[in-house]
């Protein structure tokens, strides 16, 4: 019998981003599903299903990734989705210097699961993913 392969979502508005850890990720034999957009993204927490959610935080549009992860981790029309792990990511580092840090009330407020610097590091994204998919 076959073990099923994990399947994870990349909403990212950054092409490059999506080209660069798509091999990272089907390396470790996930399935990867591509959305260039919230929007998109949207659609496709429905139509596939992801086990795994990896969601750029700033993208060009009024439905960010942040009001992204909070709807689908508070709101009803998502409540299929609200346990799957969202790991958000942020070039916001590389660019300013800073970081996000979720802690507490913040984290509960926005919803991830996790957050990881871009550039990621292919060995540091694998152990967060796999953190969250062994089961």
Known sequence: MEKHKAKILVI???PDFID????????AFYDVVPAS????????????KP???????MMDS??????????????KEYK????????LVSAVKEKTGSRFAFRGEEQGMIGPDDYI?????PNDLLARIEKFLKK
């Open 117 to 121: 610097d871009k550039p990621v590091k």
């Open 37 to 48: 957009n919230p929007g998109e993204g949207k659609e496709k927490i429905f139509s596939e």
């Open 62 to 75: 009024l439905f960010d990734g942040f009001s992204l992860c909070h709807a689908i981790k508070t709101s």
């Open 51 to 57: 086990d795994l959610i990896l969601l750029d935080i």
């Open 12 to 14: 990212d508005d950054d």
């Open 80 to 87: 299929e989705f609200k346990d799957t792990p969202i790991i």
């Open 20 to 27: 660069a850890v798509t091999p990272i990720l089907e390396s």
